[in-house]
């Protein structure tokens, strides 16, 4: 069992014991604590994730606040969420690398202090330049509390519950997409933007003040960076940089009109192939380029990108519909409250459910679910309200808890097998799958729906016969709306008609979601018959292994 000593005025010194230990450099040992120490780092992780994950999380769910309160066109508030990402898709390479050779508080309370420092300057001068750099720092910030959750949050459970906590801190950053979406619009209105910041300031601020009250045990540090880490990372962090900024503006901008974004495809070819072609070559790399070209992780990889691109209905299918329709952010609250309750319910059931032996078996529950959920709503009308996707939305949240933390199992099974080296791969890999997979989905689904949109638009045009008793009496209708404020009935009839025009446009987009309900769905399907069939051989081959060495025995 692990000793702590704390001599006057020094920090408590922890002498863990060799089982103990962690066998990834920079994370720290995971001693025996009393029960009043180990409620206080759950509390202290619960605040550090949700910190990493909740402030950007609102700023997503008030964009237009922001748009509006900073002047900005839709383009350019676009590039806030985008710039989050390519810090943050990056940053692990860096991070995992330095808290291994300077250890896990200098790290944290750098990080923090950098954030609590720009997020306060974006308060004082309130700009378009200000607020890409406070999202980008957070971007990195979000990165380092994420990794320090974690490493709190293991030392909550005993040994024997370990895995569920490690689950449980994976998954609990999914419900700050819903859970922003719960705070009041009002509280962050155009004329009250420092609200948003102030929030945001506050956690960092708390957190801070957190790690600095409650440290984990001090890990073991070890020389990790090498001089050719710093000639790799830039061409690593340019390249996903730009790849990830065609990917978050392509759809705003449009694909084939904004001028950059054919070189900036361009730069990310060129870039990415030659951090590669570096890591490939080196002793000790800072990608493992053979292990992550391996069947196995290239499975993994793909896997885990086709799930989060159908994932990607909750957050653009359900709520660009109801949008459609008419519904604002005070109607659909409620719809957030039920996916924040599955996505809680997923992550309760994830810990509890955890079997190591057969990590396969909750991705592809998952799926069926996402399945399931994309064709009720594949059914939708111009009638449809929140309260009509309950189910489906509660089992899309329940399927997104579901399946994160698995899914980090299968792969980090599999780094540590091969040794501490490949944990630092495995985390750019992971992180790179999530952010890429999210942006993948929503450019392809957004893409498709309007492309969609387009050609319902045509068909619904086509079969707007003037001659058609229908529409005849539809326009009379809709003219007859102005009957006590315009005189004039061509006028009317004009007004008519633009309202006519405006219902197929309605009618145009919701066939779209529709039909970006059923690709979820044929996804989602595809992926379950082929992930199973590689699942359920790699389960016959383990199991055949195990019978042999018992007989062998």
């Known amino acids: 069992m692990a000793t702590a000593t704390a001599p006057a005025g020094q920090q408590?010194?922890?002498?863990?014991?060799?089982?103990?230990?962690?066998?990834?450099?920079?994370?720290?040992?995971?001693?025996?604590?009393?029960?009043?120490r180990r409620v206080a780092y759950a509390v202290v992780a619960i605040l550090v994730l949700m910190a990493g994950s909740l402030g950007n999380a609102i700023?997503?769910?008030?964009?237009?606040?922001?748009?509006?309160?900073?002047?900005?066109?839709?383009?350019?508030?676009?590039?806030?969420?985008?710039v989050y990402v390519m810090t943050n898709i990056s940053a692990n390479l860096v991070l995992i690398k330095f808290r291994q050779q300077y250890g896990i508080r200098l790290f944290t309370q750098i990080f923090l202090i950098l954030f609590v420092a720009v997020t306060a300057a974006h308060l004082i001068t309130h700009n378009f330049a200000t607020a890409v750099a406070v999202r980008a720092i957070s971007g990195v910030a979000a990165a380092a509390c994420s990794t320090v959750g974690f490493l709190y949050m293991i030392q909550v459970p005993t040994p024997a519950h370990r895995l569920k906590g490690i689950?449980?801190?994976?998954?609990?950053?999914?419900?700050?997409?819903?859970?922003?979406?719960?705070?009041?619009?009002?509280?962050?209105?155009?004329?009250?933007?420092?609200?948003?910041?102030?929030?945001?300031?506050?956690?960092?601020?708390?957190c801070l003040a957190a790690v600095r009250l409650l440290a984990l045990p001090p890990v073991q540090r070890i020389k990790s960076f090498e001089k050719m880490d710093f000639v790799t990372f830039p061409f690593f962090a340019g390249g996903m940089a730009l790849l990830v900024a065609v990917l978050g503006m392509g759809r705003t901008l449009w694909w084939f009109e904004a001028p950059w974004i054919a070189p900036a495809l361009i730069g990310a070819a060129i870039l990415l192939p030659i951090a590669f072609f570096i890591e490939h070559n080196r002793r000790n790399p800072l990608l493992n380029t053979r292990w992550l070209a391996s069947g196995d992780i290239l499975r993994f990889a793909l896997v885990s990108?086709?799930?989060?691109?159908?994932?990607?209905?909750?957050?653009?299918?359900?709520?660009?519909?109801?949008?459609?329709?008419?519904?604002?952010?005070?109607?659909?609250?409620?719809?957030?409250?039920?996916?924040?309750?599955?996505?809680?319910?997923?992550?309760?059931?994830?810990?509890?459910?955890?079997?190591p032996t057969f990590l396969g078996r909750p991705i592809l529950i998952s799926l069926a679910l996402i399945c399931v959920g994309a064709l009720l709503d594949s059914n939708s009308t111009n009638l449809t309200r929140p309260h009509d996707m309950y189910v489906s939305q509660a089992l899309l949240g329940f399927a997104a808890a579901l399946f994160i933390g698995p899914a980090m199992m299968v792969g980090l099974t599999r780094a540590l097998a091969h040794g501490p080296t490949h944990f630092v791969s495995?985390?750019?890999?992971?992180?790179?799958?999530?952010?890429?997979?999210?942006?993948?989905?929503?450019?392809?689904?957004?893409?498709?729906?309007?492309?969609?949109?387009?050609?319902?638009?045509a068909d619904i045009a086509a079969n707007l016969v003037a001659a058609d008793p229908q529409i005849?009496?539809?326009?009379?209708?809709?003219?007859?709306?102005?009957?006590?404020?315009?005189?004039?009935?061509?006028?009317?009839?004009?007004?008519?008609?633009?309202?006519?025009?405006?219902?197929?446009?309605?009618?145009a987009n919701i066939l779209a979601y529709n039909d970006v309900f059923l690709l979820i769905a044929a996804i989602a399907a595809g992926t379950i018959i082929w992930a199973s069939a590689h699942i359920m051989r790699v389960r016959r081959e383990n199991l055949a292994k195990a019978a042999a060495q018992a007989g062998a025995n």
Do not use: C, K
């Open 12 to 36: 408590e010194e922890w002498q863990p014991a060799p089982h103990e230990r962690s066998p990834i450099p920079g994370s720290p040992p995971t001693p025996w604590h009393p029960p009043g």
């Open 59 to 82: 700023v997503a769910a008030n964009l237009t606040t922001l748009q509006g309160s900073l002047g900005l066109y839709q383009a350019e508030i676009q590039w806030l969420p985008t």
């Open 167 to 206: 689950v449980f801190a994976i998954t609990l950053p999914q419900t700050a997409i819903p859970l922003a979406r719960l705070f009041p619009s009002e509280a962050f209105d155009a004329e009250r933007w420092e609200t948003m910041y102030l929030f945001e300031l506050g956690l960092a601020l708390a």
């Open 305 to 355: 990108i086709l799930v989060r691109v159908v994932l990607s209905e909750q957050s653009l299918g359900a709520s660009g519909l109801l949008t459609v329709v008419g519904m604002g952010p005070e109607q659909i609250r409620t719809l957030y409250l039920v996916i924040l309750l599955g996505t809680v319910a997923g992550a309760i059931v994830s810990a509890w459910t955890i079997d």
């Open 426 to 457: 495995f985390f750019a890999l992971f992180s790179i799958t999530q952010s890429i997979g999210s942006l993948f989905g929503s450019a392809m689904l957004g893409t498709f729906q309007v492309v969609r949109e387009r050609v319902h638009s």
């Open 472 to 507: 005849v009496q539809r326009l009379q209708q809709n003219a007859g709306a102005y009957g006590r404020v315009l005189v004039d009935p061509a006028l009317r009839q004009a007004e008519g008609a633009a309202i006519l025009a405006q219902q197929a446009s309605r009618e």
